[in-house]
């Protein structure tokens, strides 16, 4: 009886508690049914809409209207239709029509259901109110769960029918529930078809079809399917309502959560607290009369309530870029800005800042007016000023007033933690963005000048890398084996790809820089390795060697990588930039045919003849912008900043990283030392680090993944953060993605602490954990020559017993980069 009580209270939307999947039944009596005219648009016939409307409400038929939201510029006479529906009042309410909703992630469908209704609303005119509860989306193979509307205010989710079928629910423990089926309707047909036992029934009718019938036959029509809904619901049939009051009925378990907070620091304000909370109130207490906003964060073990921080200035740039002021770090978590006034709803922001509605209480009520208005089913902050206390006896009308809110069967007052954390989803990507951007809010610290005793050291460890080179690259083809074990006289690898070569040719340019070897010397041998590389006509096209020999003059296979031949063009525009064989570099890589291989912006590899693209790999990224420092536009996975915010771009970069593989060190940070780190790699870089160093503070265990070489099949494997699982977890990987070596038990045997990995990181991201990191190789990585590839990340820190050219090459790179300075130049 107290959600039929609220009903009655109620013209507006809500919906249903429940849990993922599964579908509800109705109670006992006449099926829920709704209408819902769809198509709504600039270019709908106003006139043939609204005497189809108006004739519907005349009638008692009560309509859910679906407004498409078109980007700015196309909302010409559309306003004039928004506040038209307005005017209409209760009996017409209003939807938004985001066809592609059910392939959005949460995050996303969040902030589309944000922005839908803020442009419907700066059409409804100033104070007006544009409420809009319900979203009506497209049918479409695999839909994700619609759990990421509810930040926006949204509970109920329509499918739209591609025919007709019996209407179906689900609902997800947030309270949002999805309908799908349904019955079309269309401007010449005034019969219902039988229902056929359904709990609920959805009509839908596109307005397109409005222009086409003169409006008397469009009213004649509206009024004689009006009556044959009244005949159904006189019959017993059902009862028809808008969409947003079918989860009222039935079992959803329909609640809006409401949070309390007490403004300002004077005595009748705590003495209310007090009286608030022995209710069973939870309430929030602010001294200061202005808060700016609040940092909730993140929910603990088992739901275990967590302090609100609350902030100081902060402030959203146009671009998305979120800057606060904090009295330190911040845990993984949002901030949340109270925002009051007509047109005030909730949802995320373009800074990834959760605006959440709140009412104000600045003047005492009286015993007639509710503390939230009728129909009202927000979530939202309930804030008492000390003005609500202002008048005799108004403490007493408050507190029944709280009371009664309690009692009315669905409001549900929670703390604002449980509030923001109940309405948001949280999903693994959205962790993994919330606990990094924290991050990304505390203040920057330069990085101080490497201390002289710790110089010292570093040129010791570049001499011991350089000492792998000047052992074992052949005199006659200038070229190093790409692995080689120390223990047993040099057993080497004489096949290395133009991966190894571009490493080979930056542990020069690094050497050089840091003293190791002279001009001339350092010359000749670039010189004798671009000899080597000229590549080999296949096809048609002049492209650099799959694989090259080490020990024979210009041997190689056919094949070409595209994702090597991007750390090769690298590392050869890294030479120009710090040589004198600029116009050698120059005609060695006009010779090759490499536009012949990039094709859509797409970068693709020739494997035994066949073009195979590279774009969904980790390398991509890198090899375009290496592509691109030769004149060739080329496209990136990680490129998905433009056109968004800042934190949409990030969030949208981490869901295309997820279904690329594990996250690792390398190309990422190379980056960095080569090119000039974007601001996608920047991004992730600090992913990464982030990660890796709450691992090191929940186990002790230090964590630098990378690509590396193993002493048993596969060869060769990448360690990375796995993003997108519900927990943090280190994932491997292999060339041509065998199942076999994806299993944890393959993990656990091979994970290691990459000894390169750990230089890269005190070259790109100095401080205590690099610091950490470093020492753990130097410690135990250091062989007769070289470095180890890794070393177990176990207390007993076992090496592997090889070393290889990569490793040792790029801890020169990042030696020379912390050493002698940036060596990168920014991408043109």
């Given at each position: ?220 029509w509206a009024s004689n399917l009006a009556t044959a809904f009244f005949d159904a619901e006189l019959r017993g049939e059902m009862s028809a309502m808008p969409v947003s009051e079918l989860q009222l009925r039935d079992d959803f378990r329909f609640t809006r959560q409401v949070a309390v907070r007490l403004v300002g620091d004077t005595a009748a304000l705590r003495g209310f607290g007090d009286e608030v909370e022995r209710l069973g109130i939870p309430v929030l207490f602010q ?356 056109g968004r915010t800042e934190a949409d771009g990030r969030m949208a970069m981490l869901e295309a990283v997820a279904g690329i593989g594990p996250l690792g060190a390398e190309p990422l940070l190379l980056e960095a030392l080569e090119l000039g780190m974007s601001a996608e790699s920047a991004w992730l870089a600090e992913v990464l680090h982030v990660a890796q160093v709450e691992e090191f503070e929940e186990t002790g265990a230090l964590i630098a993944v990378s690509e590396m ?120």
């Amino acid at each position: 009886m107290q959600r039929r009580r609220f009903l009655a209270l109620s013209a507006a939307s809500g919906l249903a508690l429940g849990a993922g999947g599964r579908a509800f039944g109705a109670a006992a009596g006449p099926a829920a049914a709704a209408v819902v005219v769809t198509d709504i648009s600039p270019t709908t016939d106003a006139a043939n809409l609204f005497a189809v409307l108006e004739t519907f409400r005349q009638n008692g038929l009560w309509v859910t209207c679906a407004l498409c939201t078109p980007e700015a510029g196309a909302l010409d006479g559309y306003g004039a239709i928004v506040r038209g529906l307005l005017a209409l009042g209760p009996g017409i309410e209003i939807a938004l029509e985001l066809p592609e909703l059910s392939q959005l992630s949460p995050h996303f469908q969040g902030r589309a259901a944000f922005q839908a209704r803020r442009r419907l609303a700066t059409l409804a005119g100033e104070g007006a109110t544009l409420s809009a509860h319900t979203i009506l989306c497209d049918t479409t193979q695999a839909p994700t769960d619609p759990v990421g509307v509810r930040s926006a205010g949204v509970r109920n989710v329509l499918v739209r029918p591609d025919r007709r079928g019996p209407t179906r629910s689900e609902a997800w423990a947030n309270g949002v529930a999805r309908f799908s089926g349904g019955t079309p309707l269309t401007p010449w047909s005034a019969s219902l078809p039988a229902g056929g036992g359904d709990n609920h029934r959805l009509f839908y009718i596109s307005a397109d079809g409005f222009s086409a019938v003169s409006q008397a036959d469009l009213r004649r029509w509206a009024s004689n399917l009006a009556t044959a809904f009244f005949d159904a619901e006189l019959r017993g049939e059902m009862s028809a309502m808008p969409v947003s009051e079918l989860q009222l009925r039935d079992d959803f378990r329909f609640t809006r959560q409401v949070a309390v907070r007490l403004v300002g620091d004077t005595a009748a304000l705590r003495g209310f607290g007090d009286e608030v909370e022995r209710l069973g109130i939870p309430v929030l207490f602010q001294d200061d009369p202005e808060p700016r906003g609040y940092w909730v964060p993140e929910p603990g073990e088992a739901g275990a309530p967590t302090d609100v921080i609350a902030l100081g200035e902060f402030s959203c740039a146009p671009g998305g870029q979120l800057s606060l002021e904090t009295a330190g770090p911040l845990p993984s978590g949002i901030a949340v800005l109270p925002v009051a006034g007509a047109d005030a709803a909730s949802g995320m922001d373009d800074c990834a800042v959760f605006e959440l509605r709140d009412m104000p209480l600045d003047r005492p009520v009286t015993v007639e007016e509710p503390l939230i208005p009728p129909g009202g089913q927000d979530d939202l902050i309930l804030s008492v000023h000390a003005g609500a206390l202002g008048a005799p006896g108004a403490e007493r009308v408050l507190l029944a007033g709280l009371e009664a809110l309690g009692q009315d069967g669905i409001t549900r007052f929670v703390p604002l933690d449980q509030l923001v954390n109940t309405v948001l989803s949280y999903g693994a990507i959205e962790r993994r963005f919330r606990r990094t951007h924290a991050a990304t809010l505390e203040p920057e610290t330069a990085p101080a000048p490497v201390p002289s005793g710790e110089t010292g050291l570093y040129m010791e460890d570049a001499r011991l890398a350089w000492a792998f080179f000047e052992a074992f690259t052949d005199p006659n083809t200038g070229l190093c084996p790409a692995t080689a074990n120390v223990h047993t006289g040099g057993d080497a690898l004489t096949w290395v790809t133009m991966w190894d070569v571009g490493s080979q040719i930056n542990a020069l340019v690094a050497a050089h820089r840091l003293g190791l070897i002279e001009t001339g010397a350092f010359e000749a041998a670039a010189r004798r390795i671009l000899f080597q590389i000229a590549g080999r006509r296949s096809q048609g096209r002049l492209l650099p060697h799959g694989v090259i020999r080490t020990d024979l003059v210009r041997r190689g296979s056919s094949d070409f990588d595209g994702c090597d031949a991007g750390r090769l063009l690298a590392g050869l525009d890294t030479l120009r930039r710090h040589s004198a064989l600029g116009d050698e570099i120059a005609a060695l890589v006009s010779s090759w045919d490499l536009d012949r291989i990039v094709i859509d912006e797409t970068i693709h590899s020739v494997t035994d003849g066949e073009l195979k693209s590279t774009y969904k790999s980790h390398c991509a990224h890198y090899a375009a912008r290496a592509f691109g420092r030769w004149g060739m536009a080329v496209k990136s996975p990680y490129q998905t900043l433009d056109g968004r915010t800042e934190a949409d771009g990030r969030m949208a970069m981490l869901e295309a990283v997820a279904g690329i593989g594990p996250l690792g060190a390398e190309p990422l940070l190379l980056e960095a030392l080569e090119l000039g780190m974007s601001a996608e790699s920047a991004w992730l870089a600090e992913v990464l680090h982030v990660a890796q160093v709450e691992e090191f503070e929940e186990t002790g265990a230090l964590i630098a993944v990378s690509e590396m070489p193993i002493r048993r099949a596969p060869w060769f494997v990448y360690l990375g953060l796995q993003l997108g699982r519900e927990t943090r977890e280190w994932g491997i990987d292999v060339v041509g993605g065998d199942e076999k070596y994806r299993t944890k038990d393959f993990l656990d045997q091979n994970m290691a602490l990459s000894s390169k990995a750990a230089y890269l990181w005190a070259a790109y991201r100095p401080g205590p954990y690099a610091d950490a990191l470093v020492a753990f190789v130097r410690e135990r990585a250091r062989l007769p020559i070289g470095f180890a590839s890794n070393v177990s990340a176990s207390d007993d820190g076992v090496a592997a017993p090889f070393t290889d050219l990569n490793t040792n090459a790029v801890i020169l790179q990042a030696i020379a980069h912390k050493l002698a300075g940036d060596g990168a130049t920014p991408q043109p």
